[in-house]
């Protein structure tokens, strides 16, 4: 069973390396090499299986919040960002199944409602987030 461990850990580990960041395989990583003290204690192998599993799971748990945070790293707010809480006007109106547009100091960007609902072109909205290259709008009453 030891060498079925070593192979688990390093071969998860290859994996990770090619996917770095995305933190696919280091779990079973983890888990093999807790399962490998076992292995050169002749436990049982179901134990060395619970061992596995459980770690790699409790590992998943408490690690990935923390991992994905600091992988992500710093997000940079872009010119954009200063577009949020603003008003418009729409120049095309929003319907249930298209985008709206509105023009923004000569950009035209795609709109979508916040809540679903149509909103009619001339109508002032306000910005309330970005979505990639689309900006959510909510209705100015």
């Known amino acids: 069973m ?9 071969g998860a580990f290859i994996i990770e390396i090619f996917t770095f960041g ?3 395989c280091i779990w ?16 049982a192998a179901i134990w060395q299986y619970i ?5 790699s799971i409790v590992s998943m748990v408490l ?7 600091y992988l992500r790293g ?9 577009l949020i809480g603003s008003t418009t006007v729409l120049t095309k109106s929003i319907s249930a199944t298209s985008w709206g547009e509105a023009n923004i100091n000569g950009i035209i960007w795609s709109c979508a409602s916040s809540d679903n609902l149509p909103i009619d072109k001339s109508s002032v909205v306000k ?3 970005i979505d ?10």
């Open 74 to 82: 710093n997000v940079v707010a872009t010119n954009s960002d200063r």
């Open 127 to 129: 910005i309330i987030a």
């Open 28 to 43: 079973f990583t983890i888990g093999a090499i807790a399962a490998i003290p076992l292995a050169l204690l002749d436990c």
């Open 22 to 24: 995305n933190l696919i």
């Open 2 to 10: 030891l060498k079925l461990w070593i192979l688990i850990a390093v």
């Open 51 to 55: 061992v596995f599993f459980a770690i």
């Open 63 to 69: 690690i990935r919040p923390l991992a994905t945070d």
């Open 132 to 141: 990639g290259a689309k900006l959510i709008v909510k209705k100015m009453d």
